[in-house]
């Protein structure tokens, strides 16, 4: 198995992170494409940025799907590694193969491990983007809270070094004041710190990047096949200009794979 894993933001030093957390997690045997945004901010904290983001994704998630399964550079899933999901759900209407968010991912990991679970960030600013994430994934009534940094950030790569302690207090404060059940680390600058904090804390924590992975191997080892209908099938077929030429070939793709499935079971339904 084949996983590509986007950093829809242009840090370099938090590609690292995350590479280092999706190694640890990733089963043996499945390998790892990590690509860094071509353009956008260097952390995404309000909804403009993950706008910026979702067309920096989706141009690489284009790259790697553009020629179909089983070309050279093909994979067989994609995880979009920044909290918030920038380009989620639409990015699931681009491609035949899986496309999870680390931000889904992580609420369904806490969600199977508690009943109420908190969030803690990286920033005050960021907080109604991450309220708008939980209640878009219709799970705002197991929120307990969202938790986070008030003060400037030194630098967006040693956020973990900087603030650890705060981190670590703020997760107290969602266990014992706010009644959280699990608590999720939230965020690509954060990668690899639930497995320092694990036990220090009292409730299972979750890490959204080793979340990301191991959902993903899961959805693709369920083989559930591709959206030919519903909401997430490939948008229809119309004029287009001005997008880039993997774009294109990935949407033309998309849309022919469509046409020909429905094309196939059209010719075998019976008479």
């Keep these: 198995m084949k996983l590509l894993v986007i950093n829809p933001n242009i840090s370099d030093d938090v590609t690292a992170l995350i590479e280092a957390e999706a190694l640890r997690s990733a089963s043996p045997g499945t390998d790892l494409v ?13 909804r403009l ?6 067309g920096a994704v989706a141009e690489i998630v284009a790259e790697y799907t553009r020629d179909g399964p089983g070309s050279g550079n093909s994979v067989d899933g994609v995880v979009v590694a920044a909290f918030g999901d920038p380009g989620m759900p639409a990015l699931k209407e681009l491609t035949d193969i899986p496309v999870i968010g680390i931000t889904e991912a992580a609420l369904c990991a806490a969600a199977l491990q ?7 960030a990286i920033s005050d600013r960021i907080r109604p983007w991450y309220q708008d994430c939980v209640e878009r994934f219709g799970l705002g009534g197991r929120l307990a809270s969202i938790r986070s940094i008030n003060e400037s950030l030194h630098g967006i790569a040693s956020v973990q070094r900087d603030f650890k302690a705060t981190l670590l207090a703020l997760s107290h404060q969602a266990v014992t004041e706010d009644g959280a059940d699990v608590v999720i680390l939230a965020g690509a600058p954060l990668a690899g710190l639930a497995r320092e904090l694990r036990g220090q804390i009292g409730v299972p924590v979750v890490d959204g990047i080793s979340a990301g992975i191991r959902m993903a191997e899961a959805v693709v080892g369920l083989d559930s096949g591709a959206h030919r209908a519903g909401a997430f099938a490939a948008p229809p077929a119309k004029a287009r200009r001005g997008l880039s030429a993997d774009l294109d070939a990935a949407l033309t793709a998309a849309q022919n794979a469509a046409a020909a499935d429905a094309t ?4 075998t339904q019976p008479a």
Excluded: D
């Design 34 to 46: 990590v690509r860094t945004a071509g353009y956008g901010v260097e952390y995404i904290e309000t």
């Design 49 to 54: 940025e993950s706008l910026i983001a979702a």
């Design 114 to 120: 508690g009943h109420r679970f908190s969030i803690i």
């Design 264 to 267: 196939g079971a059209g010719a």
